[in-house]
C-alpha cells in the first residue's frame, strides 16, 4: 500500500467505527494500534 486517504490512530470502538465509514466511502483507510 503506497497511499491512504486516513490514518485511524487507535482500534477501539470509536476508531473502528470512523475506519468503517471511511473504507465504506470508499477511501483507503490505514488503523494503527500500539
Do not use: K, S
Not at 8 to 34: N, P, S
Amino acid at each position: 500500500m503506497d497511499h491512504v486517504d486516513c490514518i485511524v490512530a487507535g482500534a477501539g470502538v470509536i476508531g473502528l467505527a470512523i475506519a468503517r465509514e471511511m473504507a465504506r466511502r470508499g477511501m483507503d483507510t490505514l488503523i494503527l494500534e500500539a
